[in-house]
């Protein structure tokens, strides 16, 4: 089964990988993050014929469920304060199973898709995922692939070793991979028949000229850990 699905994201990566003028709608087919043009209309990714709540909730195709959900709101600086700044609009995809493959980066699929765009839905700023429940070999793996493509990323240890960011530097993007550990081993981290430690992580693609908008600015769910 793992084989036939490398095979498969494979192919699919050689298909897409060189189209940058255009995005198969999400779940009719993966996001190629490969080089991902950060110009591509957000209304190719999620078109109009997925709504199915006035303008900012999207049901979309799901190979294992009826439908996976993605809902449009609000992206705040200072999220928690009574005097917040809107930054961005938030595409965030709230029902998704992890069996999915709504995404490809380096042949490394991702079973869920956030992306924020500006207030005015014309420019992407940055694309982000969740890796819920990801063994610690295949996170090592997906780091090392990284760094021998990009050189080898700064590594910071982030709110006394809870969790390390992996950052690539790249000339229009800055790449993060954010990957909570479990210091202290919890049994609760571990899969009970294998025995292999399981982790959670966050990926983030930021278009550079928004890097400043996100990186350590944010304080809502999953971009409190794009420092």
């Known amino acids: ?56 909730v999207y049901a979309f195709p799901s190979s ?39 995404a490809i980066f380096e042949n490394f699929p991702f079973a869920n898709l956030n992306i924020v765009t500006t207030l005015d839905h014309k420019k992407i700023m940055m694309i982000s995922s969740f890796l819920e429940e990801i063994s610690k070999t295949k996170t090592d793996d997906f780091v090392s692939k990284l760094n021998q493509k990009y050189g080898k990323a700064e590594r910071v240890s982030q709110n006394y070793n809870e969790y390390e960011v992996y950052t690539w530097n790249l000339k229009d993007r800055t790449i993060k991979y954010s990957v909570l550990l479990n210091e202290r081993k919890d049994p609760r981290h571990f899969d009970k028949t294998t025995g292999v430690e399981i982790l ?28």
């Open 64 to 102: 294992y469920v009826k439908e996976s959900t993605t809902a449009i709101d609000t992206l705040y600086e200072e999220y928690w304060s009574s005097d917040k700044t809107p930054k961005g609009l938030n595409y965030k995809q709230l029902i998704y199973t992890k069996e999915d493959t709504i």
């Open 200 to 227: 959670n992580a966050y990926f983030f693609i930021i278009k550079k000229e928004y890097e400043n908008v996100f990186v350590d600015k944010m304080d809502e769910g999953a971009l409190n850990y794009c420092k």
């Open 1 to 56: 089964m793992q084989l036939r699905r490398l095979v498969f994201l494979n192919l699919i990566t050689i298909l897409f990988i060189g189209c940058k003028s255009h995005e198969k709608a999400i779940g009719e087919a993966p996001i190629i993050l490969d080089n991902f043009n950060f110009e591509t209309n957000i209304k190719d990714i999620y078109p109009d014929r997925y709504k199915v709540d006035g303008d900012s």
